[in-house]
């Protein structure tokens, strides 16, 4: 990518990278309100804020090559998003780069997770919604079937969703089969527990962490498609990052949605978890 328009500091090339970067300016099936698809570039854009020296893992840029793909192309059909992102991504995976997604709507978490072709990976959401709906307007690979999608693939027991604090009809009938643990109960019992819980459930080793910023409290993320109050601190998000990093083989950050977003402070956050997970695998390559 042209400097100044990549992710700060990814300046390596495919070869030689760690960890690879990939946009999917995806919202077409966004139903509260869209723009996500400016997520990408408004991520990339606050990524520049920050220092390369990161203040508590101490990690130097140079430890990390870090490749940016761009933007998987966009289309309009899920089907022809879900082809691109594994057309794009699925090598990457495969050749066991560490990869990082920026999207678009949650959706583009589907793909990503059929590219592991051995199923050995379990993943663990940060959402508002449970996101278990088997289809929504229609749509199979919508944003609000993710969870569901997922346990088709990798089973239901590598599955755990953190941070519910929204149902829909569909999705109670069936919530006593769905590994979850809702935002009320991590506020009362602390995020380290709620983490604990997750690692120790999901029967997989390998962590794959997908987080939807509608999780985290609006007041601290307004930006996204469909914010819901009573969500998590930012340091929670970070903590799970911390705790799964031995295990983590790969993240998304999603429905960051910059129209929405007057500050700019969304996409912050999502570029400072991006840089946290950078640092967290960093260290573990040092090791
Ligand atoms: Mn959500
Ligand atoms: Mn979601």
């Known amino acids: 990518m042209l400097p100044g328009l990549s992710f700060a500091d990814?300046?390596?090339d495919?070869?030689?990278?760690?960890?690879?970067?990939?946009?999917?300016?995806?919202?077409?099936?966004a139903c509260f309100r869209a723009g996500a698809r400016e997520g990408p570039a408004a991520i990339r854009r606050c990524s520049y804020n920050f220092e390369q020296i990161?203040?508590?893992?101490?990690?130097?840029?140079?430890?990390?090559?870090?490749?940016?793909?761009?933007?998987?192309?966009?289309?309009?059909?899920?089907?022809?998003?879900?082809d691109e992102v594994k057309f794009v991504m699925g090598p990457a995976i495969e050749d066991k780069k560490f990869?990082?997604?920026?999207?678009?709507?949650?959706?583009?978490?589907?793909?990503?997770?059929?590219?592991?072709?051995?199923?050995?990976?379990a993943l663990i959401s940060v959402d508002a919604h449970l996101d278990s709906r088997d289809t929504y307007m229609g749509v199979k690979n919508s944003h609000a079937c993710i969870t569901r999608r997922a346990s088709?693939?990798?089973?239901?027991?590598?599955?755990?969703?953190?941070?519910?604090?929204?149902?829909s009809q569909e999705e109670l009938e069936i919530k006593d089969q769905i590994?979850?643990?809702?935002?009320?109960?991590?506020?009362?019992?602390?995020?380290?527990?709620?983490?604990?819980?997750?690692?120790?459930?999901?029967?997989?080793?390998?962590?794959?962490i997908t987080v939807?910023?509608?999780?985290?409290?609006?007041?601290?993320?307004?930006?996204?498609?469909?914010?819901?109050?009573?969500?998590?601190?930012?340091?929670?998000?970070?903590k799970l990052i911390n705790m799964a990093s031995d295990r983590l083989v790969g993240f998304d950050i999603m429905e960051v949605c910059p129209p929405a977003d007057p500050t700019g402070i969304t996409s912050i956050?999502?570029?400072?978890?991006?840089?946290?997970?950078?640092?967290?695998y960093g260290q573990k390559l040092k090791r």
């Not at 088709?152 to 149902?167: H, K, P, Q, T």
């Not at 985290?216 to 998000?237: K, M, N, R, S, Y």
């Open 179 to 208: 590994h979850y643990i809702d935002a009320y109960s991590i506020h009362d019992n602390g995020m380290e527990w709620a983490i604990k819980q997750a690692m120790d459930t999901v029967k997989n080793e390998k962590i794959y």
């Open 14 to 29: 495919y070869d030689d990278a760690d960890v690879c970067l990939y946009g999917i300016p995806y919202d077409h099936t």
């Open 212 to 238: 939807d910023m509608d999780g985290i409290d609006p007041a601290f993320a307004p930006g996204t498609g469909t914010p819901e109050p009573f969500g998590l601190h930012p340091l929670d998000v970070k």
């Open 99 to 121: 990869t990082i997604a920026m999207g678009g709507d949650h959706s583009g978490n589907i793909p990503i997770i059929q590219c592991f072709k051995n199923k050995d990976i």
């Open 269 to 280: 956050l999502a570029a400072r978890y991006i840089k946290e997970v950078m640092a967290v």
């Open 10 to 12: 990814a300046e390596s």
């Open 54 to 82: 990161h203040f508590e893992h101490g990690l130097d840029k140079t430890k990390l090559n870090v490749f940016d793909y761009g933007d998987c192309d966009d289309f309009i059909l899920p089907e022809d998003m879900i």
């Open 152 to 167: 088709e693939y990798l089973g239901i027991d590598n599955v755990f969703v953190l941070g519910v604090r929204s149902i």
